[in-house]
Every structure is written in structure tokens, then in C-alpha cells.
């Protein structure tokens, strides 16, 4: 998906930064075309804010400003700045940047481009000028042919770099082709595996290949040149392997029949690893198999490199030119095939220097002197003396420095990341190859280190005591000792020397105080104390001072919470309270909330955090802890609750009453009844009949649960159900029949429970009540579980000329509920009118009447189905299919039919 960011275009074409890329970032043109080409941009490209593109989500035909997703390719077609995220997902969607773009940013962000079949790059940019942000991590993957980054010769320029040397990463990987440069060229395709203009500036930037080209560089050639082109290495970290076929790790690839040449290489900082593969170089010339292998011109004056060869590749027929290598700074650990010169032409000698005599291992060297001459640690040209940005020692703790050979004793002298000096004098012969330790010369070491947290004090307070301070010498000497204090508050502190004496005796120490001021207002102070000294020596630590207001913090009231006391409570035998009360999101800094309950009203309940089970009236309050901005409170109270008595239900109980009867055999049968809340409910009794005494002998008894109730329960009576004792002698079955009452009709039997012998019919009398609505039917239901054979619902109801209803319930074999309702919907009616009798049995439908008539017959749709004259007698009407049917006779009496499948 499409997300546009709306932020500022991150395109700043400032004069400073034109001159800067005419500087650093030209490969091909004069600095007059270069900025020509710049001033366009600034005047002439629209400049957009940042266009957001998930390489792994986006669907063919998409499109946005300056991009569009066609082919399966993702394409820049306009100068500006893009984000290409992935979340790491692999996919096989390269990224081509078209021919002619002078101004591109692409943040790469967890992107994974693998390429799976045919040749193809994984990202390409050939003839535009590229430059790459790289954040988390970025793997890009050519197939068959292909590079990683295809940066071709011809007006392509590619600036790698991130935000800090952790923050992204990148690793490219080409096949023939370089993983970052050139393409694959075979006979017929020109300068295809030249490279144009690489620059790495930060990131951690990883370039390999399978085949036979550069990591970094040219790529194979099978006719022409493999070129590198021109490689600018100014900082992060770079691991460039070759080709195990022939290619060099920075410089060029493989070449069949053609010079294969290492192009120009810069390193100016950084840290660098370059391994050439299958006879390249690891700076310099790839494998030429018929032409020469020329090392090119390689430039370092700082960083630490470590590659296997600097220079030309191994050439199987021809010669190997080892080019010019130039080194003013840096530690190189390599083999160096022609001889390498300083910057006047000199030639200069590799001096291996282990620094201390227990190594300072895979320390940074921060400055440093050659003969009296500072080092340049910053690599700003002109270099003022041998340059060591980025020089690192190795795990021996060694640095490996080119420098001129002379015939007296001189001096080096580092100083490393640890502010500690180490010097060695000899004298450096034209052919010295041996190794030298400096020793550890100067340094000092202060307590306190780290920082040192003075105790906080409030308003209007008294000078502080003072910090007294230890400065030890470690080495030769300590002198020129100064002390200043810097950082953030670096005025609100005060020192009791701003110079110290030397210390010229090893572990001779001089003190001196730092306090805070008085007078600071309420806030945090921190400064940075540090000693400096001659030879680069210095130590430091830090110190904090907090100076607090005196605060009157107001109490917190219930209008300050946000609370809901609970409602419509009743007893259930666990814990019920109320939810934590929160502050109102207008109320910050209020202290941790505790809520406590206690009864009131009567209620005995002691004052607790646990909320109350048994019923009664309970107040809350809360306590609040003290917090940023509010003092605590103790005892708030926020209100009151009830917890009402619980009613007891059948629900509560168990007990055991047979489903239809029992048979008399002399003995009680008891219901069993007993409460399942083991709680207390006051006394229970249970009836029968409304007697305590458990029934023996033959009937029917109605067994009643009599609750006294107490705190929690409250007192209440209710039916569990039917005893029904049968007598051996008179085993006649007989069925409980219970009749509800009816608004709307009069009913003989009366409502209630009627016992009826098993199998028999049961009929009722229903005479409308003056609440009956004009046009309404009786709506007769029972709860039936099995119907009886060819009946309809087992029920028959008939309309009587006098306006009463005979309900007839058919074969009755188990216990029923009869309800009675109304309606004027036909289809739910249950009654006909007199006259004429419409019913169903054997899925056939069956008329009767005293003389002949016409009737029709609709589907409970409404849909008229069929339409005949019936005679007088009995008329049967088959082949109905199973359903309820409306039957209408002379237009004017209806029935209400249900046919039932045979």
C-alpha cells in the first residue's frame, strides 16, 4: 500500500552542499558540468515530499508520483525521495531507477529482493545517479547474470550511507555480475561489466558473488574490459569478496579476452574487508585470462583495511600490471604488489606496531604523532600529517602504518579511545618489515569515575559539601595538567584549581574539589570534569546536582475520580465490590488508588480491601497514596451500596420427584428436597399438600418449598412440583392436564390441574370475554411431546353457533400444558365455524357437509392452489403434498389444514 508521508522533500540543494557533491560525488563530469547539472535540479525538478512504496504488498498496475509496479518491477521514473519497506519478506520484485535521473533518494527499509530465474539484477540504475539510505536490514539478490546493485559505466553514480554506522545494513549479491558495479558482458554486448561511481559514506554494506565478479566493482567479461570504475570508501563497514572464478573484492572482475582493469579506489575511512577470489586481487585487478590484469590506482589515507592483495590479478597469458597504490594514513593489512608511495612520491614501508606491551586490542586510535608531526584524525584535506580516522586496532592490538624510511630514531606516538599514550622511538630502514611495540607512555587515571550524584537539597539551601577529586599519573609523566568543567550546566558548579603541578613521579597524585554553587534555582545540573595534559592525556567523569522546589501539593477529593458505585446488587455468596476508581483525565500525578469497604446501617462488616459478600448496606471509601502533583488522602468517602436479599428458586434446590407417578406400597414418599447453598436460608419447609407430613397413601399431592429466609435470603414459597401416589388396586394411569387461564376466553374446566385417565380425549368449552377483539380466533397450544396417529397437532377445535368453542385434546399419554391465546392471522387460528367440517388424516384431505358447495384450497402462502365443488356427504380430496393449507368454503368459512406424509 501507498502511504505519502507529508513531511519536508528531503532533497536541500544549499550552495554548501552543491560544492560538496561536486567535491566528492563526481565520477565522470567536470566540476562546470556537475554543477550545471545541480543548479537544474534545484530550479527545475519538482521536489516532493517522501513516497512510501511496500515492495512486498504492492499490485500490478499500481502507481504513484515518479514510481509505477508494472512487470513485476518496482520503477522510479522521477528525481525525488522514496522509502522502499519489506519487512524482511523475501520477494522476487527488483527496483530499476530510470536512465537520466540526476537526483534520487531511496531509503531502503527491510527490503529482500531475491531474484529466482533468468538473468536479471536485483536492483538496477543503470545511466542515473543514486543514493541509497539504508535502514534495518537489506538483502538484495541478483539471479543468473545479474548484480546485486547494477551500477554500469556510463553515467551511473550510487552513494551508499545511513544514518549511524548500526543503524542499516546491505548486503549485495551478484552472479558473473559484481554485487555492487558492473554487469555480465559477453561477446557483442561492449563495456557491459564496467562500473560507474560507488560510494560508501556509512552502514554496514556486505558485497559477494557467485561467479567470476568483483564484490565490489567490475563484473565478468567474456570479450572486453572488466572495469571498476571509480570506488570511494569514506566510512561504515564494508566486506567485499570476489568471485571464487576470478574476481577481485574491490576493483575488477574476471576477464575472458580483454584488459581487466582495477579502476581508481579511494579509502579515506572506514572499516575495510576485501578478499579477491580464484587469483583476483582483494584491491585491485581480477583474473584476466588471455589480456593483462591491471591493479589500477588505489588511494587509502585512513581507515583500517584488511585485504589479501593490493594490486593487479593474477593474468594467465599475458602480464600483470600492479598499478599505483598511494597510502598517507590508514592501517592496511595486506599484500602490496607494486610498491605503494606517499603523496610526494616517496616510497613508503609497511611498520607493524603493536601498541602496548599488554595490546590494546580492537581499540580506536584517536591521535598520534610521526616524528613530531600530529596525525590528522579527521582526513580533511589537505592532510596535515598521516591520517588515522576510522584506524582501529586488530585482536593483536596491532596497526599496520606505510611510512617513509629514515636513517635516525624517531618517534611514534598513539594515543587510543581509552585516553592513553604509547610511544616507541627506532629508526625506519627502507626495507623494515619487523614489528615494534609502543610502549605505554602517558595517561592518567581520576577518582571518582563514571558520575558522581551529589545529595539533592531543597530551596534556599547551604553551600554543599565538596567533591574532593584524585588525579593519578600512570605513565612517564603528567604535565601541562589542566582542569575544566563543560557539558550542560557546566556554570553551576564551581572548581578549586584550574591548573594542576606535574606529577612526574609514576603513580604520584595531585587532589583538587568541585561543588555546586548556591543560589540554583529548583532543577537538575549536570557538567563534565575533565583533566587534560600534555602527550593527549586526559580523564573525566561526571556530576549531578538536583535542587528541589518546596511543593504545598493539594489533597485529592472524589470530584478528582472517575468512579461508578455499583447497583442493583443481590446476594450470590461471593465477593462483589466496585471497579478501581481512576483519576479524571484532566488530573495527572495523582498517587496509587486502594479501595476499602465497611458496613454501615446496621451491617457488621470491619473496615477491609476485600469486597463484601453477604447482603446489607456498605460505604466506600478510598485511600490515595501521595503522587507527583497530589498529597495523599486517607478515608475518602464515595459512597454507599446495597446488597440485596437473594430470593430462593426452584433453581436453589434439589430435589426428587418422579416424572408421572409412583405406586402405593405403604411406605412415605419423600420429595428429598434440599437446598444446594450450603449457607444458611432460615428454617425450610416442605409440603404436601400443604401438610409437613410425607404422603403414604394414594393421590395427588402439590409439594411446596417454605423458606423463613434470613440476612441473605429472603422469605418466599413456591411450588417444585406434582407427587402422584397410584393405588395397585386401581392401576388405572391417569395424566395431569394443567389448564392456564385466558383473557380472552372463559374456560369449562376451569383453569388449573385436571387429572385425566391415560389415553383418553379431554374436552374444553371456550366462551369469549368481552376483551376478545372483533375478528379473532382462539389460538389453543400444548406442550405435547408425542402426537397421536392421523391427527392434526392432536387437537380439534369447532366453532358452535352460539359463539363458544368445543376444544377437543386428542389421546392424551403424558403430563400437558394447555395455553390459550387469540389471534386474527387464520393461518395460527385454531377453531372453524359450524357447519361444514374440513380435517385431514392418512395425508388426505376430507370435507363433510349437509349439502354441496364450492371450495378452494391455498397454500398458507396465500397462492390459491385448487378450486372444485364438493357434494353433499363426505368428499375426499387426495394427491395433496404434505403442508398447511387455508380451505375456504362458498367464499366465506375458512379452515385452517395440515396433510402429513403417509
Same mark, same amino acid.
Given at each position: 500500500m501507498i502511504k505519502r508521508l507529508l513531511q519536508t522533500a528531503r532533497l536541500s540543494l544549499t550552495a554548501k552542499g552543491i560544492l560538496g557533491t561536486v567535491l566528492h560525488g563526481s565520477c565522470h563530469r567536470g566540476i562546470a558540468a556537475t554543477l550545471a547539472v545541480l543548479l537544474w535540479a534545484a530550479g527545475g525538478m519538482n521536489v516532493r515530499a517522501d513516497e512510501t512504496v511496500n515492495i512486498n504488498t504492492v499490485t500490478e498496475g499500481e502507481s504513484g508520483p515518479g514510481w509505477d509496479f508494472n512487470s513485476s518491477t518496482l520503477n522510479i521514473t522521477a528525481n525525488g525521495d522514496y522509502t522502499i519497506t519489506g519487512a524482511g519478506a523475501e520477494v522476487d520484485r527488483p527496483v530499476k531507477v530510470s536512465s537520466g535521473l540526476t537526483n534520487v533518494n531511496i531509503t531502503l527499509h527491510g527490503v529482500n529482493i531475491k531474484r529466482s530465474s533468468g538473468d536479471g539484477h536485483a536492483f538496477d540504475m543503470s545511466g542515473a545517479t543514486v543514493k541509497l539510505i539504508l535502514e534495518e536490514t537489506n538483502l538484495l539478490t541478483a539471479s543468473s547474470r545479474g548484480a546485486g546493485i547494477h551500477v554500469p559505466s556510463g553515467g551511473a553514480t550510487l552513494t551508499i550511507t545511513a544514518e549511524s554506522e548500526s543503524a542499516g545494513s546491505l548486503t549485495a549479491t551478484g552472479s558473473d555480475a559484481a554485487g555492487i558495479g558492473g554487469g555480465f558482458s559477453d561477446n557483442g554486448s561492449g563495456g557491459a561489466s564496467n562500473a560507474g561511481c560507488i560510494t560508501i559514506t556509512g552502514g554496514t554494506v556486505t558485497a559477494t558473488v557467485t561467479g567470476q565478479g568483483a564484490g565490489i566493482g567490475g563484473g565478468r567479461s567474456d570479450d572486453n574490459n572488466s572495469n571498476a570504475g571509480t570506488v570511494a570508501i569514506t566510512g561504515g563497514t564494508v566486506t567485499a569478496t570476489g568471485g571464487g572464478g576470478g574476481g577481485a573484492g574491490i576493483g575488477g572482475g574476471y576477464s575472458e579476452r580483454s584488459t581487466n582493469n582495477g579502476g581508481t579506489v579511494t579509502i579515506t575511512g572506514g572499516t575495510v574487508t576485501a578478499t579477491g577470489g580464484g587469483g583476483g586481487a582483494g584491491i585491485g585487478g581480477g583474473w584476466s585470462y588471455e589480456e593483462s590484469s591491471n591493479g589500477g590506482t588505489v588511494a587509502i589515507s585512513g581507515g583500517t583495511v584488511t585485504a589479501t592483495v593490493i594490486g593487479g590479478g593474477h593474468s594467465e597469458s599475458w602480464f600483470n600490471s600492479d598499478g599505483a597504490v598511494t597510502i598517507t594514513g590508514g592501517s592496511i593489512k595486506a599484500g602490496i604488489q607494486p610498491q605503494p608511495k606517499d603523496g610526494a612520491g616517496d616510497n613508503v614501508y609497511l611498520n607493524t606496531l603493536t601498541v602496548g606491551s599488554t595490546p590494546a586490542i580492537h581499540t580506536a586510535i584517536t591521535a598520534g604523532s610521526i616524528n613530531g608531526i600530529a596525525c590528522d584524525a579527521t582526513n580533511t584535506p589537505p592532510l596535515s600529517g598521516y591520517g588515522i580516522k576510522d584506524v582501529t586496532t586488530d585482536a593483536g592490538g596491532k596497526v599496520y602504518f606505510y611510512l617513509t624510511p629514515t636513517a635516525i630514531d624517531e618517534t611514534v606516538e598513539l594515543t587510543t579511545s581509552e585516553d592513553k599514550t604509547y610511544a616507541y622511538t627506532y629508526t625506519r630502514s627502507g626495507d623494515h618489515t619487523g614489528s615494534e611495540t609502543l610502549s605505554f607512555s602517558y595517561g592518567i587515571s581520576i577518582i571518582p569515575t563514571g558520575t558522581y550524584v551529589f545529595p539533592s537539597l531543597g530551596s534556599s539551601y547551604a553551600a554543599p559539601a565538596p567533591l574532593t577529586a584524585t588525579v593519578t599519573n600512570d605513565g612517564i609523566d603528567a604535565t601541562g595538567l589542566t582542569v575544566a568543567l563543560s557539558g550542560a550546566n557546566p556554570g553551576a558548579f564551581a572548581l578549586s584549581a584550574s591548573s594542576l603541578p606535574n606529577i612526574t613521579t609514576t603513580g604520584g597524585s595531585e587532589d583538587f574539589t568541585v561543588a555546586p554553587v548556591t543560589g540554583l534555582s529548583a532543577g537538575t545540573y549536570t557538567a563534565t570534569v575533565t583533566v587534560a595534559?600534555?602527550?593527549?592525556?586526559?580523564?573525566?567523569?561526571?556530576?549531578?546536582?538536583?535542587?528541589? @522546589?518546596?511543593?504545598?501539593?493539594? +489533597?485529592?477529593? *472524589?470530584?478528582?475520580?472517575?468512579y461508578a458505585l455499583p447497583a442493583g446488587l443481590v446476594y450470590t455468596g461471593r465477593q462483589q465490590g466496585m471497579a478501581r476508581p481512576t483519576p479524571k483525565s484532566s488530573v495527572t500525578g495523582l498517587g496509587a488508588v486502594t479501595v476499602k469497604y465497611r458496613g454501615t446501617g446496621g451491617t457488621a462488616y470491619s473496615l477491609s480491601t476485600t469486597p463484601p459478600v453477604n447482603a446489607g448496606t456498605y460505604e466506600v471509601t478510598v485511600d490515595i497514596a501521595e503522587g507527583a502533583t497530589y498529597a495523599a488522602a486517607t478515608g475518602l468517602v464515595l459512597g454507599r451500596f446495597t446488597i440485596a436479599q437473594a430470593a430462593p428458586t426452584v433453581g436453589d434446590f434439589a430435589f426428587d420427584l418422579p416424572e408421572e407417578y409412583v405406586f402405593y406400597d405403604g411406605l412415605?414418599? *419423600?420429595? @428429598?428436597?434440599? %437446598?444446594? *447453598?450450603?449457607?444458611?436460608?432460615?428454617?425450610?419447609?416442605?409440603? #404436601?399438600?400443604?401438610? +409437613?407430613?410425607? %404422603?403414604?397413601?394414594?393421590?395427588? #399431592?402439590?409439594?411446596?418449598?417454605?423458606? @423463613?429466609?434470613?440476612?441473605? #435470603?429472603?422469605?418466599?414459597?413456591?411450588?417444585l412440583g406434582r407427587l402422584v401416589i397410584l393405588d395397585l388396586a386401581d392401576p388405572t394411569i391417569r395424566r395431569a392436564v394443567t389448564i392456564e387461564p385466558s383473557p380472552y376466553f372463559t374456560v369449562d374446566p376451569a383453569p388449573g390441574i385436571h387429572h385425566v385417565e391415560s389415553h383418553r380425549d379431554l374436552v374444553l368449552t371456550l366462551t369469549p370475554t368481552a376483551l376478545l377483539p372483533e375478528g379473532y380466533l382462539p389460538v389453543v397450544t400444548t406442550s405435547r411431546r408425542t402426537l397421536p396417529d392421523d391427527e392434526d397437532d392432536g387437537l380439534q377445535v369447532t366453532a358452535s353457533a352460539d359463539g363458544s368453542y368445543a376444544v377437543r385434546i386428542r389421546y392424551i399419554t403424558e403430563n400437558l400444558v394447555v395455553s390459550i391465546t387469540a389471534s386474527a392471522d387464520l393461518s395460527t387460528a385454531s377453531a372453524t365455524l359450524a357447519g361444514p367440517s374440513v380435517w385431514s388424516r392418512a395425508g388426505r384431505l376430507y370435507i363433510a357437509a349437509a349439502t354441496s358447495g364450492s371450495a378452494r384450497i391455498y397454500e398458507i402462502s396465500g397462492r390459491l392452489l385448487k378450486t372444485f365443488l364438493y357434494a353433499a356427504g363426505e368428499t375426499i380430496v387426495q394427491s395433496l403434498p404434505a403442508g398447511i393449507y387455508i380451505v375456504t368454503l362458498n367464499g366465506r368459512t375458512s379452515y385452517k389444514v395440515i396433510i402429513r406424509k403417509n
Open positions: 595534559g600534555d602527550h593527549g592525556i586526559r580523564a573525566s567523569f561526571d556530576v549531578e546536582f538536583t535542587v528541589t @522546589a518546596v511543593v504545598i501539593k493539594p +489533597t485529592p477529593t *472524589d470530584s478528582d475520580l472517575d412415605p414418599k *419423600d420429595a @428429598a428436597v434440599t %437446598p444446594k *447453598d450450603t449457607t444458611n436460608m432460615g428454617h425450610i419447609a416442605v409440603k #404436601y399438600n400443604g401438610s +409437613t407430613e410425607i %404422603p403414604t397413601e394414594p393421590g395427588i #399431592y402439590v409439594v411446596t418449598v417454605e423458606v @423463613a429466609g434470613n440476612a441473605n #435470603y429472603a422469605a418466599t414459597i413456591f411450588e
